[in-house]
């Protein structure tokens, strides 16, 4: 399917389901949002979201970003208000479900001295 025939896939989920079809397992996940352990990636969302004029909708998890195809896709989803990262960078808490980043994620996040929890873990603060 060419760039223009993604174009005329009415709804989100239309393109959704396309990805599916395309990539099989591709999207191995959606979450509703970021822990709140991670308040700055949540309000990094709602910034791009405001760029491209979109509502924030879920944050998606894929195996890897490996060729044009999969960037133009993600480029396609966050211009519609998702988040795309994959799962060897971010994974989820088992008790609330919300997205965490895993252990070298954390530490780029601490090294750049922004607002995370003092230590890693799988789970948010609340739900340790």
């Known amino acids: 399917m060419s760039e223009s025939e993604i174009t005329q ?3 989100m989920q239309e393109v959704l389901e396309h990805i599916q079809q395309k990539f099989p397992g591709w999207i191995v996940n959606m979450y509703d949002g970021y822990s709140n352990d991670y308040t700055e990636l949540n309000e990094n969302w709602k910034k791009v979201c405001d760029i491209f004029k979109a509502q924030p909708q879920r944050i998606i998890l894929v195996e ?3 060729d044009d195809e999969h960037f133009s896709f993600a480029e396609l989803l ?3 208000g ?3 990262r ?3 960078e971010f994974g989820s808490c088992p008790v609330c479900n919300k997205v965490i980043p895993n252990l070298n994620i954390y530490n780029k996040l601490k090294e750049l001295k922004k607002q995370i929890p003092h230590e890693w873990s799988n789970k948010c603060i609340d739900c340790s």
């Open 64 to 66: 890897n970003l490996k």
């Open 78 to 80: 966050t211009q519609s």
């Open 9 to 11: 896939l009415r709804t």
């Open 82 to 84: 998702f988040v795309v």
């Open 86 to 88: 994959t799962v060897h």
